[in-house]
């Protein structure tokens, strides 16, 4: 069974990923993701190292904070979940907190009605802050609407609370993406894919992953993608191809 990224990404493949795998090779030595997101993928590829990119830096500099806490699992849910309860959100993984006439009146979106004002101060908090707390975004991200990253023309984190919350899954993914790259041999890069690409230095076992933004969409994470993007891509593969 594939392995979710603890960050649900949109657009993430983890339930295609087995099927996906089909395609790749069976000795990878570099695996290489330029578009990697939240890392469903690269969660279920085994290589013998990994060089991991994508342009957003707020998502690269997530991967990181957890990666430097793959050591001491349970020390650091507990800190999540300590500083959720700090703010007076809801945690479904400890305890069924929701008050019963929150839950008949708003029967689909009581974890919005009773974490808003919870989630709002956190936020405030966060955008207010000098030195950002990554572990308070990615509470931001656990607790916000569709779970989604996104950041406004000020740097500040705008998205609206979530009627989602502290759960079992959340916990299930953290363990699995901690199990995951504690002992992986793991580049993390923030860089346009282009530059990014100019960079590597590849040789017949190394396998490059493509999940490229679309053309055909308007969310989010296809903003920065065009097709002057598009066409660099091509030629760029074009090029890889024609040279390997």
Avoid at 46 to 52: G, N, P, T, W
Avoid at 56 to 71: E, M, P, Y
Avoid at 157 to 170: K, S
Avoid at 218 to 240: A, H, R
């Amino acid at each position: 069974m594939s392995k979710r990224s603890p960050f649900f990404y949109v657009g993430d493949k983890y339930k295609l990923i087995d099927e996906l795998k089909t395609y790749f090779p069976e000795h990878i030595r570099t695996y290489v993701e330029p578009f990697v997101g939240g890392g469903s993928a690269f969660m279920n590829v085994e290589a013998e190292q990994y060089m991991l990119n994508d342009i957003d830096s707020h998502i690269i500099q997530l991967h990181r904070f957890l990666c430097s806490n793959a050591k001491d699992t349970e020390q650091f849910i507990q800190s999540l979940l300590d500083t959720a309860k700090e703010y007076g959100l809801s945690c479904s993984y400890i305890e069924d907190i929701i008050p019963t006439e929150i839950k008949s009146a708003f029967p689909k979106t009581y974890f919005a009605k009773y974490n808003k004002e919870a989630y709002y101060k956190m936020r405030s908090d966060y955008n207010e802050s000098d030195d950002r707390s990554l572990k308070i975004l990615y509470l931001l991200l656990i607790y916000g609407f569709n779970r989604m990253l996104r950041f406004n023309r000020h740097n500040d984190f705008n998205i609206p609370v979530g009627n989602v919350d502290f759960n079992q899954n959340v916990v299930d993914a953290l363990n699995s993406y901690f199990d995951i790259v504690a002992n992986r041999d793991i580049e993390w890069h923030s860089e346009d894919f282009r530059d990014f690409f100019h960079n590597l230095n590849l040789d017949n076992d190394d396998f490059i992953y493509l999940d490229p933004p679309y053309l055909i969409t308007f969310s989010e994470y296809n903003k920065l993608w065009n097709p002057g993007t598009e066409t660099d891509l091509l030629n760029i593969l074009d090029d890889f191809n024609a040279r390997h």
